[in-house]
C-alpha cells in the first residue's frame, strides 16, 4: 500500500511565503528581541549579528540538506537518512516538543498586544482561541493558506518599516556607540559572556527559515525550489529584524527607561511616535503573531503527519495522524491536532515554554551540521541538486559556534543550564522509547520520498 501523499501546490513564491510568515519578523522584534535586550543590554546588537552569521552557516546546511531530502519530516527525517536511526528519532523527540511549545510562545503574544485595543484580554484566552482557529483554518487547500499568510505578511514588514524609520532618521546616539560601548540592562557594561548567552535567544527570534523542507513534498520543484526559500528566507529574516531592533537601539530617548519598561516596544513607538502610532502598529503586530500562529501550524503539523506515516507511534495514533484531507490534500488530523494541543500548552507559564526551547533548537542545529558532514562522506547527499559553497567551512564553523553557545549556556544558572538540562532529559526519553518500543518492534519506517 502506497504511504500517503500530500498535494504538490506550492511553488517557490508560496513556500517562501509561509516560511517567512512562520519566522514572523514582527513578531520576533517584538516578543523574543526583548529577551535578547534584557539579557544583553545594547550588546544586543552584536547578538544579533553572530546570530546572524551562524543563520548564514546555518542556512548552507539546510539548503543542501533539504534539497537531498525535501520531506515532510524535516530535521528528524534529515538527521535519520544521515547520521542514523536513534538520532533521527531522538531529534523527532525533540522537534515534536519543541514546534508545539514555540507554537504556544507565539500564540501568547496575540493576547500581550491585543490588549492595546481590549483592556483585560486574558492572553492565554485570546492564545488558545488562536491557535484552535489557527488549526481548522490550516486544513485548507495549501495554496489558499500560502496567499493568505503572504497578506499579512506585507502588513508586518510595513509595521517593521515604521519602527525602523522612527529610529533611523533621528538617532538619539551615534552607531559607534553600541560597537564600543555596549551597557547591560543594568546600566553597566555588557559583558561578552551575557551577549553569547543572549545569542541563544537571538537564533531563536531568526530560527524558522529552515521550515521550508517541511513544504518539500508541496512544493514543485522541490531539490531547487526549497533550497532557494531557504537562503531567501534567510537574507530577508535578517534584514527584517536587525534593522528595526538597530533602530530601536539608536532611537530610544533613554535606553535604561527601554531596558525597564514593561513593554519594550511599545515604549520605544509611543516615545517617538505618540500612543496612536502605537496602537496601531500593536494591532499590526497582534495580526503579525496569528498569521505566525498559522504558518507555524502549517510546519507543525506537517511533522507530526510525518511521523505517523513513519510509524513513529501506536498504531492506531499512526493511522490518524497519517490521513491525507481527500479534497485539499492535507494532514488534516495532525493539523487539527497540532492547534488542539499547543492550544492547551497556552495557559503553561511562559518561562517554562522559554526554557524548554531556547537550547534545543542549538541541538538540532548541531545534529544538521554533523548531518551534513557525513551525508558528503557517504554519499547520502549526493543526488543533492544544491550543494553549499566552501564546504565543509558552514557546517563546521557553525558547530564551534554553536559549542560556545552551548557552553555559555551552561555556565547560566537562570536560563541556559535549566534550558539544557530539559533538552538533555527530551534527547533522553525519545531514546529510550526508540530503544525500548520502536526498534524492538520492527516498526520504524521511513518512507520513501515522494516523486514529483
Known sequence: MAAPALRRGL??????????SAISPASSVFVIAPGVLTGAGSGAFYSFVIAAVVGVFMAFVYAELASAFPLAGGEYAITARTLGRLPGFVVLGIMIVTQVLILAVIALGVGTYLGVLIPGLSAPVAAAVTCVLAGLVAVFDIKVNAWITGVFLAIELIALAVVSALGLLDPVRPFTELLTQPVAADGGPATVGAIVVATSV????????????????ETQDAGRGVARAIL????????????????VLL????????????????????ARGGGTLDTVISLAVALAIVNAVLAIVL???????SSGRDRAWPAPVNRALAKVHPRFGTPWVATIGTGAVAAGLCFV?????????????????????LGAIAGRRSGATAHARYRMPWFPVAPVLALAALGFVLYQNARDPEVGRPSLI???????LAGAYYLLVRRRRGGWRLAEEPSE
Open 11 to 20: 511553488r517557490t513564491l508560496g513556500t517562501l511565503l509561509i516560511t517567512l
Open 202 to 217: 537571538a537564533i531563536f527570534a531568526y530560527n524558522g527559515y529552515g521550515s521550508a523542507v517541511y513544504f518539500g513534498e
Open 232 to 247: 531567501l528566507a534567510l537574507g530577508i529574516t535578517v534584514l527584517a529584524e536587525l534593522v528595526p531592533v538597530t533602530a
Open 251 to 270: 532611537g530610544s530617548p533613554d535606553l535604561g527607561e527601554l531596558f525597564n519598561a514593561p513593554n519594550m516596544l511599545s515604549y520605544f513607538v509611543t
Open 299 to 305: 510546519i507543525s503539523s506537517r511533522l507530526v503527519f
Open 349 to 369: 507559564d511562559e518561562r517554562v515554554l522559554l526554557v524548554v526551547t531556547s537550547t534545543a533548537i542549538v541541538v538540532v542545529y548541531a545534529a544538521l551540521c
Open 422 to 428: 530539559v533538552t538533555a532529559g527530551i534527547a533522553v
